[in-house]
């Protein structure tokens, strides 16, 4: 009788802190941080030409990038095409979460020349912003973001590597990393997990 006591007992403490420990992950989930606030920003989106506003009220995943990028930045762009279909199955692509991509060569890489270099990682423009326009408003928002980059007179581009969590408003909640190599790619469960946190505010 008496070891039956001690498991129900035990029983009992386990469900309460099980209780608990649910209650806390669904309800008192810590938010992600505000590590930035970019000006909002206005470019063209090269997949289909239009004005692209950073103030839509959708959650992105920013990266900059430009089309003669002979490693990362081809690699980030097919991770892209990974997260479109996991965004997909969780039906928040185009509609809460969008892959926004910003070139860092708009001289070289126009409209033109970017939608041909959208095509080849199937961007459609439901949820696809491969971007590009006025150098001012790109450079503006490369140093609110404390990304690095400059161009040599070879046409090489140096970059940085983050990639960035906004959120509706347009705020940075979170940073990940670009693809390095075929063994480094893009970190897809760390990149879901903040998105569909912040589809959720």
Known sequence: MKKNSYLTVAAVVLILVAATGGYYY????????VIAEPTPFELTNAVDGKQFSSEDGKVKVLTFFYSNCPDICPLTLNDYRKLEKQLRAEELYGTDVELVAVTVDPKVDTQKVLKKYASNFEAN?????????????????????????????????????????????NKVRAISSMAKT???PVDLEEVMTSVKQLAKE
């Open 26 to 33: 669904f309800f008192m989930k810590e938010k992600l941080p």
């Open 125 to 169: 423009a439901k949820g696809w912003k491969v971007l590009t326009g006025d150098d001012v408003v790109i450079d503006r928002l490369t140093r609110q973001l404390n990304f690095y980059y400059s161009k040599a007179e070879s046409g090489l581009v140096t970059h940085g590597t983050q990639m960035f969590i906004l959120d509706r408003d």
């Open 182 to 184: 075929t063994d480094e």
